[in-house]
């Protein structure tokens, strides 16, 4: 009998290396593919909650616009409360510009119980003035931060014009704005312009088309658009 016959014991090293190398593989794919799974749902969410970032806004100032109070005037500038503006400005809008380039619209109008908050318990008109703009955090007191914010401005209709602005509530709606843009249609003359507020421009537009451009914590960039109506509510007794 040959007893030169044995069995081995054990992996050789290239079976060792294959198999590493197979398991490094096998792992290596499975982690990308875990990755893009991963990154996947980033982005959907991510996405998702810039549209709800833009419902939000959107679904916000549509409300408020169509509770447009048109029979009464602004209050004057906060810087010469002395001039009050004449009866038919009750609507200002003011084309701007940011500094990356981008559109930065303010808008100024009165709503009926339109606002958040009702100082004095309600005791007042029920009519406030809101402004809509983009700037840097109000609330940031030097804090160096450079994020823009789309701001809400909220002041009751009360007289006289000090004690108003006295009142006024001013807070941050998002930092994810990079754009604001409004547009008004003037009925009479068939047309869309940048501004309103001005001779010849008085009242209240027909039709208002606003563009709110967002990004996202991700930095996809991604622009909303609606047009409200604009009716002017009457003052409830």
Request: glycine share 10%; no cysteine; proline share 7%.
């Amino acid at each position: 009998m040959n007893n030169r016959t044995r069995s081995s014991a054990g992996f050789t090293l290239i079976e060792i290396t294959i198999a590493v190398a197979i398991l490094g593989t096998m792992l290596f794919v499975g982690y990308s593919a875990l990755s893009n799974i991963s990154w996947g749902k980033k982005t959907i969410d991510d996405r998702r909650e810039l549209r709800l970032t833009a419902a939000s806004v959107l679904s916000r100032l549509t409300r408020e616009l169509q509770l447009s109070f048109g029979q009464l005037p602004l209050l004057p500038p906060r810087d010469n409360l002395a001039k009050p503006y004449p009866s038919t400005v009750v609507l200002i809008g003011e084309p701007g510009t940011l500094e990356n380039g981008a559109p930065g619209d303010s808008l100024t109008f009165l709503a009926l119980e339109g606002g958040q908050y009702l100082p004095d318990g309600g005791r007042h008109s029920g009519v406030v003035q809101i402004t809509y703009r983009v700037e840097p955090d109000p609330q940031d007191k030097g804090g160096g931060k450079e994020e823009l914010f789309l701001v809400r401005e909220e002041t009751p209709l009360i007289a006289p014009p000090k004690r108003a602005y006295g009142q006024t509530m001013t807070f941050p709606i998002t930092d994810a704005v990079t754009a604001l843009e409004f547009r008004y249609y003037d009925g009479e003359k068939d047309e869309w312009v940048d501004s309103w507020g001005i001779e010849g421009r008085e009242g209240l537009p027909k039709l208002i088309r606003f563009s709110l451009t967002l990004r996202s914590p991700l930095g996809d960039s991604q622009t909303f658009s609606t047009i409200v109506a604009i009716r002017s509510a009457a003052k409830q007794q």
